[in-house]
């Protein structure tokens, strides 16, 4: 299976707003809405952000939002703090039945 | 509140078997809503999802077709934990290994992560 199509990098000063982008197909992105976000730090777990592409688990900052049109799912994040600075990973449910959820190729964020 | 717990060697040899634990908090390995998934990491192939175990009236695996000749993730209902083993391994095979588990539809939580190095 392929793995969905991140940035490589974004960066963005405090304060500021960046998206991140994450483009599938419509058998996995397009297709339904299961995208979700893990945010992972240098030698952590991920942790998810975002779930059934809209939505913040308990204890997630407002300042993570997600959202989706077609193929592409965005993972926005607002008032840019220094502790985002990490790397960032979407993934889909995908109709192949194996398997069954697919990964970004991750995205590296840096605030400068 | 649900937590994994992993445990394993670090270090095996090219052609050698490793064998990890997933250690299962807070919820139950047989829960009817669940799946428990082993995911790995490496620079070369990112997230990299390798197989699950689930209880739906009878137990049921699922495997990467990268990994399926030589993988096996089974349930241990007495010590509520389930486990990775990974035969014939490659240097290709090194990567950091994480539990996690997918309900229903996102993977939280995720254990702490055990790099495996295969090296002679």
């Known amino acids: 299976q392929s793995a969905l199509t991140q940035p490589a990098s974004v960066s963005g000063s405090p304060g500021q707003s960046i998206t991140i982008s994450c483009t599938g197909t419509s058998s996995d992105v397009g297709g339904y809405n299961y995208v979700s976000w893990y945010q992972q730090h240098p030698g952590k777990a991920p942790k998810l952000m975002i779930y059934?592409?809209?939505n913040r688990p308990s204890g997630v900052s407002n300042r993570f939002s997600g959202s989706k049109s077609g193929n592409t799912a965005s993972l926005t994040i607002s008032g840019l703090q220094a502790e985002d600075e990490a790397d960032y990973y979407c993934s889909s449910y995908t109709s192949s039945s194996t398997p069954p959820y697919v990964f970004g190729t991750g995205t590296k964020v840096t605030v400068l | 509140q649900v937590q994994l717990q992993q445990s394993g060697p670090g270090l095996v040899k090219p052609s050698q078997t490793f064998s990890l634990t997933c250690a299962i908090s807070g919820d139950s390995v047989s829960s009817n809503s669940a799946t428990w998934n082993w995911i790995r990491q490496s620079p070369s192939r990112g997230l990299e999802w390798l197989g699950r175990t689930y209880y739906r009236s009878k137990w049921y695996n699922d495997y990467a077709v990268s990994v399926k000749s030589r993988i096996t993730i089974n349930p241990d209902t007495s010590k509520n934990q389930f486990s990775l083993q990974l035969n014939s391994v490659t240097p290709e095979d090194t990567a950091v290994y994480y539990c996690?588990?997918?309900?229903?539809?996102?993977?939280?939580?995720w254990g702490q992560g055990t790099l495996v190095t295969v090296s002679s």
């Open positions: 996690a588990r997918l309900a229903p539809r996102w993977f939280d939580p």
């Open positions: 059934d592409v809209s």
